[in-house]
Protein backbone atom coordinates (compact mmCIF):
# COMPACT_ATOMS: atom_id res chain seq x y z
CA UNK A 1 0.00 0.00 0.00
CA UNK A 2 1.30 3.15 -1.19
CA UNK A 3 1.41 5.88 1.64
CA UNK A 4 2.82 9.12 2.26
CA UNK A 5 3.15 10.20 6.18
CA UNK A 6 3.40 13.85 7.46
CA UNK A 7 4.12 14.72 10.79
CA UNK A 8 5.68 17.27 13.10
CA UNK A 9 3.15 19.81 12.96
CA UNK A 10 2.08 21.42 15.96
CA UNK A 11 2.00 24.85 18.06
CA UNK A 12 4.43 27.55 17.16
CA UNK A 13 4.63 31.19 18.06
CA UNK A 14 4.76 34.03 15.06
CA UNK A 15 8.32 34.14 14.41
CA UNK A 16 8.95 30.70 15.56
CA UNK A 17 10.07 27.47 13.64
CA UNK A 18 8.71 24.14 12.39
CA UNK A 19 9.97 21.02 10.51
CA UNK A 20 7.59 19.19 8.96
CA UNK A 21 8.32 15.54 7.55
CA UNK A 22 6.97 13.42 4.70
CA UNK A 23 7.83 9.67 4.85
CA UNK A 24 7.05 7.65 2.45
CA UNK A 25 6.07 3.95 2.73
CA UNK A 26 5.19 0.80 0.16
CA UNK A 27 7.05 2.90 -2.22
CA UNK A 28 10.21 4.46 -3.16
CA UNK A 29 10.26 8.16 -3.06
CA UNK A 30 13.39 8.76 -5.02
CA UNK A 31 10.86 8.38 -8.24
CA UNK A 32 8.72 10.35 -7.41
CA UNK A 33 8.70 14.53 -7.15
CA UNK A 34 7.11 15.89 -4.38
CA UNK A 35 5.16 19.01 -3.22
CA UNK A 36 3.87 20.01 -0.11
CA UNK A 37 0.23 22.15 0.17
CA UNK A 38 -1.59 23.70 2.87
CA UNK A 39 -5.73 24.79 3.81
CA UNK A 40 -6.47 27.47 5.83
CA UNK A 41 -9.97 27.28 7.02
CA UNK A 42 -12.35 28.19 4.68
CA UNK A 43 -9.76 28.78 1.78
CA UNK A 44 -8.81 26.45 -0.86
CA UNK A 45 -5.98 24.14 -1.07
CA UNK A 46 -2.44 25.97 -2.00
CA UNK A 47 1.05 25.03 -3.20
CA UNK A 48 3.70 25.69 -1.07
CA UNK A 49 6.39 24.20 -1.91
CA UNK A 50 7.52 21.12 -4.76
CA UNK A 51 10.60 19.59 -5.72
CA UNK A 52 11.96 17.46 -8.00
CA UNK A 53 13.06 13.50 -7.85
CA UNK A 54 17.04 14.47 -7.57
CA UNK A 55 16.64 17.10 -5.37
CA UNK A 56 17.74 19.85 -7.75
CA UNK A 57 15.09 22.07 -8.73
CA UNK A 58 12.68 23.48 -5.97
CA UNK A 59 10.09 26.17 -6.33
CA UNK A 60 8.16 28.20 -3.74
CA UNK A 61 5.05 29.97 -2.93
CA UNK A 62 5.99 34.00 -3.40
CA UNK A 63 4.89 34.35 0.60
CA UNK A 64 6.76 31.48 1.72
CA UNK A 65 9.84 32.75 0.09
CA UNK A 66 13.08 33.03 2.08
CA UNK A 67 11.20 31.58 5.14
CA UNK A 68 10.39 27.89 4.04
CA UNK A 69 12.77 25.31 2.84
CA UNK A 70 12.35 21.91 1.11
CA UNK A 71 14.79 19.18 1.18
CA UNK A 72 14.75 15.44 0.38
CA UNK A 73 16.53 12.34 1.92
CA UNK A 74 16.05 9.70 0.04
CA UNK A 75 17.76 7.21 1.08
CA UNK A 76 15.23 7.81 4.32
CA UNK A 77 12.52 7.96 1.86
CA UNK A 78 11.66 11.37 3.37
CA UNK A 79 11.17 15.18 2.25
CA UNK A 80 11.62 17.52 4.72
CA UNK A 81 9.67 21.34 4.95
CA UNK A 82 11.44 23.43 7.21
CA UNK A 83 9.61 26.54 8.23
CA UNK A 84 11.57 29.73 9.56
CA UNK A 85 9.80 33.17 10.70
CA UNK A 86 6.25 31.51 10.99
CA UNK A 87 3.71 34.24 10.80
CA UNK A 88 -0.42 33.33 11.17
CA UNK A 89 -1.63 33.39 7.93
CA UNK A 90 1.07 30.25 7.72
CA UNK A 91 -1.81 28.20 10.21
CA UNK A 92 -3.04 25.72 7.89
CA UNK A 93 -3.01 21.76 7.74
CA UNK A 94 0.04 20.95 5.23
CA UNK A 95 -0.38 17.90 2.88
CA UNK A 96 2.25 16.10 1.31
CA UNK A 97 1.85 14.62 -2.43
CA UNK A 98 3.48 12.89 -4.69
CA UNK A 99 3.80 12.44 -8.46
CA UNK A 100 5.80 9.88 -10.45
CA UNK A 101 7.02 12.48 -12.78
CA UNK A 102 10.12 14.65 -12.43
CA UNK A 103 9.35 18.37 -12.33
CA UNK A 104 7.88 20.98 -10.18
CA UNK A 105 4.54 21.87 -9.90
CA UNK A 106 2.31 23.44 -6.93
CA UNK A 107 -0.90 22.15 -8.85
CA UNK A 108 -2.54 19.78 -6.64
CA UNK A 109 -4.34 17.75 -9.38
CA UNK A 110 -1.58 16.86 -10.90
CA UNK A 111 -0.47 14.78 -7.77
CA UNK A 112 -1.90 11.06 -7.14
CA UNK A 113 -0.52 10.04 -3.90
CA UNK A 114 -1.42 12.42 -1.04
CA UNK A 115 -0.96 11.91 2.70
CA UNK A 116 -3.46 12.58 5.69
CA UNK A 117 -2.06 16.01 6.31
CA UNK A 118 -1.01 17.39 9.79
CA UNK A 119 -2.21 20.72 11.83
CA UNK A 120 0.19 24.02 12.12
CA UNK A 121 -0.96 26.52 14.14
CA UNK A 122 0.79 29.59 14.42
CA UNK A 123 -0.66 31.88 17.84
CA UNK A 124 0.94 33.50 20.39
Known amino acids: QLQLVESGGGLAQPGGSLRLSCVAS????????IAWFRQAPGKGREGVSCITIGGITTDYLDSVRGRISLSRDNARNTVYLQMNDLRSEDTAVYYCAGNRRDWVSKDAPLYGHWGQGTQVTVSQ
Open 26 to 33: GFYLNFYS
